[in-house]
């Protein structure tokens, strides 16, 4: 059994316990996944394997050596690793679904958040700001950055303007809340990164050490 699945968010919602509670969920179309590559340590140095996700259905899509490489198995558009419990059990097209997790199990879920362009110290790190007074000129801005004689330059990481989100987030230890294996679909309780439509990371959560 691998510690992993590929899927794309498909938005949130609402469902309601059997004692009434009514929770958030994330929509997630996930699976299934084929085995593309087996990696050994013997061969490679570590054990995973290589799965694909998301079939090419146009023949032109894939050049030569990605022909090459999906000689054994339907190309698809994306390849991640992930581990396994027993790599002798698993076989180059072997697939997998969503089988492989119950309801109430714990998952970090990854993807790509969502791009905000370039932003300001304030609403980039939560900075106070300035005066609001017409004397002042210190509104919105970051205020002294150090680049003086001492030190005479910015250090690496200093909180400023910048691009923000568009980077690989992972929320930990989210609960599944409904397993549906034969639509594919995995409702999670909470929020996951990305936007709707986004590749997303399922990975099962490690089991906490008493």
Not at 76 to 94: C, D, P, Y
Request: aromatic content about 4%.
């Amino acid at each position: 059994m691998i510690h992993g699945m590929l899927g794309r968010k498909i938005g949130m919602t609402q469902i309601f316990t059997e004692t009434g509670e009514r929770i958030p969920v994330t929509v997630v179309e996930a699976g299934p996944v084929t085995v593309v590559q087996v990696k050994t340590l013997e061969i490679d140095g570590y054990e995973s394997v290589q799965v694909g996700y998301d079939p090419i259905t146009k023949e032109k899509k894939i050049n030569s050596p990605m022909r090459g490489h999906f000689k054994d198995v339907p190309p698809t558009r994306v390849l991640r690793e992930f581990s396994v419990e027993n790599i002798a059990e698993v076989s180059v097209g072997q697939t997998f679904d969503l089988t492989i997790f119950s309801v109430g199990e714990r998952v970090n879920v990854a993807g790509t958040s969502k791009g905000k362009g370039f932003q300001g110290v304030m609403k980039r790190h939560n900075f106070k700001g300035g005066p609001g007074a017409h004397g002042s000129r210190h509104h919105r801005q970051p205020g002294s950055i150090g680049n003086s004689t001492t030190p005479g330059k910015v250090f690496r990481g200093k909180k400023m303007a910048g691009q923000m989100g568009n980077k690989r987030v992972t929320v930990r230890n989210l609960e599944i809340a409904k397993v549906l294996p034969e639509k594919n679909i995995l409702l999670i309780r909470g929020g996951i990164p990305s936007h709707n439509g986004a590749l997303v990371e399922i990975l099962k959560a490690p089991t906490p050490t008493p």
